[in-house]
């Protein structure tokens, strides 16, 4: 997991069970409150109100028609020629063409009225003190329900909740964004430092990062870059004192190969002096083959050690390696007519590789079996198609490799075969590293030594290549 993840993770879990434990409780208390609020009480008064005001109301109106009735009331009458001077509520009763009515008057309509149409067309209006203003509490019960009806027209709960709920969600959300943000920029060395440690191990010691703060991650940073440097200086070094160390090997064993073969020419010319002229032919001619032989197994060695050290180019072209190890098997076959040849071909198995190159290291490698099995014995050569590479394996049933000759194997200039330069190994091992591959020793299933050349399979792109040769 990336230490941007990680962040992440660790925000979610710090983060979302305090807001959920944060919401929970908003809501709790804000039901508590709401219920505990006064909308619902003043709901139950005014309609409490209302009941009581009309009862009261319908109370009072009997009382004052039953004294209008027993005459414990006296009426104030209004006679029709004097309909002029009327007061409007006597007016708009008469007009209404009712035998009663029943209305409030007064500034406050504290003030109970009845009035009734007589025979005779009078009009008697009877009064009496309510004690409570009717326009007033008729006023305070229209108010008590507006204040009702807008409570739960908006849902007030509602509200709170949904206002809550994306507050709370717009505050999350702009922490996370600030979070990924944070999250970005303190891994971003941490994956410059991840790409260029996967740099470093794949061998290029040039790599270097930018950035280098303060932080912790500016001073790894910054380490990374002091051992990338240290690590190309000390290659630069290593490489200097192995390439030293290699020349001095090899001028060490070329001396010595050099001084075997000079030794005896020496001894030659020495024992031709001695004799003063009285050499006979027969000596002659043996000194001379002596000589002859010395001198073209030191041409043998300084062509060998002038091979090792050039450096052809390598052409890498699509390769058929089962038709080139038929043709390497059928040009050695006749020079070695004791040896079994086992072939052992893989369908489709080609390499991007120099062709010439795998020639010289497949004639070096049958050749070195063919010498192991001697005059008779057998040797098995393969090809194989694996894990997006392709590959030739030779083995022989000869006596194998001791312990000492594995571990030397493909050091140039020590060699434990009679006439070996001790560079053909090495020369393989080059080349087949110039080809992208490598070459390794493993055991033969026949018994003796067995080598093995991997290179990288052939690419579609290079098919086509081969067709358009072709």
């Not at 007030?156 to 969600?169: E, F, M, P, S, V």
């Not at 194989?384 to 006596?399: H, K, L, Q, T, Y």
């Amino acid at each position: 997991m990336s230490l941007r993840t990680k962040l992440i993770v660790v925000f979610l879990a710090a983060t979302l069970a305090p807001m959920a434990v944060l919401v929970w409780v908003t809501i709790h208390l804000f039901e508590t409150s709401l219920r505990q609020a006064t909308t619902d009480e003043l709901d139950e008064i005014s309609v409490s109100l209302r009941k009581t005001g009309l009862e009261m109301y319908q109370t009072a109106r009997e009382v004052l028609k039953a004294d209008a009735q027993s005459g414990r009331v006296a009426p104030r009458k209004w006679l029709p020629k004097d309909a002029e001077q009327w007061p409007a509520s006597v007016s708009a009763f008469a007009a209404s063409g009712e035998p009663e009515w029943f209305g409030t008057s007064g500034a406050a309509g504290e003030v109970l009225q009845y009035l009734m149409l007589r025979a005779d067309g009078e009009i008697w209006l009877y009064e009496r003190k309510l004690g409570v203003g009717m326009n007033g509490l008729t006023d305070q019960f229209t108010r008590a329900r507006d204040l009702v009806n807008h409570s739960q027209k908006y849902d007030l709960r509602k509200g709170l909740t949904l206002t809550l709920l994306t507050t709370a969600g717009v505050v999350y959300l702009v922490a996370l964004a600030i979070l990924f943000w944070i999250a970005f920029r303190v891994s971003r060395p941490m994956r410059h430092l991840r790409r260029g440690l996967q740099t470093l191990a794949s061998g290029d010691l040039t790599v270097r990062l930018p950035g280098g703060g303060t932080d912790e991650a500016g001073q790894a940073i910054r380490a990374f870059n002091e051992t990338a440097a240290q690590l190309s200086d000390s290659r630069e070094e290593l490489v200097q004192l192995t390439r030293v160390a290699s020349w001095q090997t090899l001028a060490r064993k070329m001396a010595h190969e050099v001084k075997n073969s000079l030794t005896p020419i020496r001894l030659t010319m020495e024992e031709i002096t001695a004799r003063n002229g009285s050499v006979d032919a027969s000596f002659l001619r043996q000194a001379s083959q002596i000589v002859a032989d010395e001198v073209t197994t030191l041409e043998k060695r300084v062509k060998a050690f002038s091979e090792f050290a050039a450096e052809p180019p390598a052409n890498l072209r699509y390769t058929d390696l089962n038709a080139l190890v038929e043709e390497r098997i059928a040009f050695l076959r006749p020079l070695h007519p004791g040896v079994h040849y086992d072939l052992k071909l893989a369908e489709g198995a080609a390499a991007t590789a120099d062709a010439d190159l795998l020639r010289g290291v497949l004639t070096n490698l049958l050749e070195n079996a063919a010498q192991a099995v001697g005059s008779a014995g057998q040797i098995l050569t393969k090809t194989f198609v694996e894990g997006g590479r392709s590959g030739i394996a030779v083995a022989d049933s000869g006596p194998g490799l001791s312990e000492l000759a594995r571990s030397t194997l493909f050091e140039p200039s020590i060699t434990f075969k009679r006439n070996g330069m001790g560079l053909g190994l090495s020369i393989a091992r080059r080349s087949v590293l110039l080809c992208g591959g490598e070459i390794e020793h493993r055991e033969s299933e026949l018994g003796g030594a067995a080598f093995v050349v991997m290179l990288p399979a052939a690419s579609a792109e290079t098919e086509h290549a081969k067709n358009l040769d072709r």
